[in-house]
């Protein structure tokens, strides 16, 4: 029956000799950790991880089927939307220039000398043909030649499936001045493979193919040049307003502070920037003219001389409102759930007066609750008498794009406190949670 143990055992590892091709899928969602339903906070894949889910999926012959969290707006996330752009993007770039298109494929055998299972049904961009060997052939190869000496690191085989899966083996090889070098080699191929290598240099290569069936096919063979996984810097900054740039070994980053038409300098030691400002950066390939997209980030006044003035409640295991101000994402101050009042508040001493023209509030990065949704914001000279806020309102999109929330004030404000109000949250939950507040000043 289709539920005993060895239907299960066949559907899952096949049966050579059976009667339909089963294609496997590969059901995963865009949000990691796996979430396969909405949550605030949670962040989708970053590209790295999604062009290894597209190696390990698409690249082994498996329909990626990418599970999308759909936001109570009934919308996709912002912050999904570009990954999936993003993703998109590199896919494109990593298989944008085949190389077998000006090269010559020749095969050590052909189904009856017949020009219709010829070596070139490989490279002449339809699934509708395919070289073939002659019966009781199971061993052959096809020679890839370039004509000039070719750097490359990927190779892409399709079978002409509707004969069925018949490759049980096959290896990569380029010509050296001491022979023929093994680069890789898999094992089935089946509708499609892609595999990924170190770069290699040659002006010939070859793809030996091998199979227990009566004889071989391949519909499609294609080599590339992937460019590597270009991502933006990241941008950090600690307490004291130190800005520090990180990325990959192989790239060079190039920055510059402010909005200005100044050139981008190359980055090569820590940046102080302790009245906060806006930072773009990018990053390029040391070996190519490859260059990432432009990253900007604003930030605001260096927390080093910060302090907590006051808090309505706290959570003492994780949930220190010291977290709020620690530079720190990953940490956040979290009110505490037994108080009934839907209304938390946090003020700081900021450490002396000065002129702000504006405050972020950065939310749980971890899919917590206690998004804040209304909120009022209140500047001090002596930490006591608050007046009217400064700004209220409500953080329209959050829920949809829980990303850092910037408000810019009409007018410059002079403070020495603030205080941060949460008049509701997303859920109308009963606690309150913050990642980080910063506050920009101009002076």
Known sequence: GESSPEYNKKLATGEPGGENWIPAEVNTTLLWPKAWYYHTGHQPRSVTNLMELYYTSVGRGSPLNLGLAIAPSGQIRDIDAQALLKFRKQVMREFENNLIENATVSASNYRGKSANYNAEKVSDKTAETYWATDDSIQRATLEIDFENETTFNRLLLQEYIALGQRIHNFTLEIETDSGWEKIARGTTIGYKRILKFDDVKASKARVTLETNTPCLTLSNLEIYNSPPLLLEPEILCDMNGTITLNAAKDLDIYYKVGNSSSEFEKYSSPISLQKGGTVQAFAKHKTSVDKSDVMTKEFGMAK????????????????????????????????????????????????????????????????????????????????????????????????????????????????????????????????????????????
């Open 304 to 443: 080093s001389n910060w302090r907590i003035l006051d808090v309505d409640s706290e959570t003492k295991d994780n949930g220190s409102s010291k977290n709020a101000i620690d530079g720190n994402p990953a940490t956040n101050w979290i009110s505490n759930s037994k108080k009934a009042n839907k209304s938390h508040f946090i003020s700081i001493n900021l450490g002396k007066q000065v002129s702000i023209s504006g405050f972020s509030y950065l939310p749980c990065a971890k899919g917590c609750d206690g998004i804040i949704y209304e909120y009022e914001f209140y500047a001090s000279i002596d930490g006591k008498n608050w007046g009217e806020p400064v700004s209220k309102g409500e953080f329209s999109n959050i829920q949809n794009n829980p990303v850092e929330q910037v408000v810019k004030f009409k007018k410059e404000v002079k403070a020495k406190y603030i205080k941060l109000v949460s008049k509701s949250t997303v859920k109308n939950s009963n606690i309150t949670s913050v990642a980080e507040i910063a506050v920009f000043h101009e002076n």
